[in-house]
């Protein structure tokens, strides 16, 4: 008898784990991983899979080009619309009279479009509600140009709902401290304003470029999110976001090397978020999503998530993170 309980529990489990296999981007928990990296690194290794993991999701950028000559120039593709006021454009400390410019954007909107490309709306940690935020770069013959002293280029794309009063930050980003926004305090060169269908900046920078305000938290209760996972999560394969479900705000979570984790920057509490992990591990992808409201935990200034990830094709991930 006990044989053949045995033989049927065998069966049983043969055939769940064939039709888990018949559809495996519908769900693989993690620990059906046959090969577990465990270690939490102080310096990642650049050849870690979290670095073409964050490869795998960025955007892809739209490059074309255009004839530029020095009277006023609107050029416009795209979601996209650039004016260009007459000799504002410097290659080599000189003013471009004419020629041929490459023209390199990417327009983020969407809370996944922040995610994917591992820019968080965050200055030193502190969180911005974004309007928007453009990339752009100009070169002539393969040289970057940049913006002649003293003037000014005008970027203009649809948005819902702009805010009147966003202020325009320019991206600092280095390996050691990774993507941060530092507020533009030359107001007389770098402005944002709305129109009929979203905003128009107005800025003498290249690059990223991001029309923002601060997040109100005066007044309100903070706390800080810790997000436990599985222990083949590493920082060595994995990243951890909080999106903020009414605002277009997304907040990266670091890794804490010592207690295994990623956290948060301070957080506004009774919240609704939702917290996205994306790992690579072995060549595959892994999703973990969960709807949560920010909170205190009792006495304490902290609140621990447990979050399962499952696997996932790469497309199936691009798909979930343009629906944030």
Not at 9 to 23: E, H, R
Not at 65 to 90: A, D, E, K
Not at 153 to 173: E, L, M
Request: proline share 5%; aromatic share 10%.
């Amino acid at each position: 008898m006990k044989t053949f309980i045995y033989i049927i529990s065998c069966t049983i489990m043969l055939i769940a784990y064939s039709s888990c296999q018949k559809n495996v981007d519908a769900f693989i928990p993690d620990n059906f991983q046959i090969i577990a990296d465990t270690v939490w690194q102080n310096n990642v290794p650049s050849n870690a899979p979290v670095f073409s993991l964050k490869s795998d999701l960025r955007l892809a950028k739209v490059t074309d080009s255009f004839s530029y000559s020095n009277p006023n120039f609107t050029f416009s593709t795209g979601v996209i619309s650039l004016t260009i006021p007459p000799y504002s454009l410097v290659k080599n400390s000189s003013v471009l009279t004419s020629g041929l410019v490459q023209r390199q954007t990417l327009l983020a909107i969407k809370k996944g479009d922040y995610i994917a490309n591992d820019m968080p709306t965050t200055s030193n940690d502190k969180l911005l509600v974004s309007g928007g935020a453009v990339y752009l770069n100009l070169k002539n013959n393969g040289e970057n140009l940049s913006i002649a002293q003293g003037n000014k280029i005008t970027i203009k794309f649809n948005a819902s709902n702009p805010f009147q009063y966003n202020r325009i930050f320019n991206a600092s980003s280095d390996s050691s401290n990774g993507f941060n926004w530092i507020i533009n305090t030359d107001t007389a060169f770098n402005k944002s304003g709305i129109t009929a269908t979203g905003y128009e900046i107005q800025t003498n920078k290249t690059q990223h470029v991001q029309t923002a305000h601060f997040m109100e938290v005066a007044s309100i209760a903070q706390t800080i999110l810790m997000v436990k996972l599985p222990p083949n999560y590493t920082n060595t394969n994995t990243t951890c976001y909080v999106s903020f479900n009414d605002e277009t705000c997304v907040a990266g979570l670091k890794p804490n090397v010592a207690l295994r984790t990623f956290i948060s920057p301070i957080l506004p509490v009774n919240r609704p978020v939702t917290i996205v992990v994306i790992s690579k591990q072995a060549g595959d992808y892994y999703l973990g999503t969960q709807q949560t409201t920010t909170t205190l935990n009792g006495t304490s200034p902290s609140a621990t998530v447990f979050v399962m990830p499952v696997k996932r094709s790469l497309e199936y991930i691009k798909a979930f993170l343009n629906t944030l």
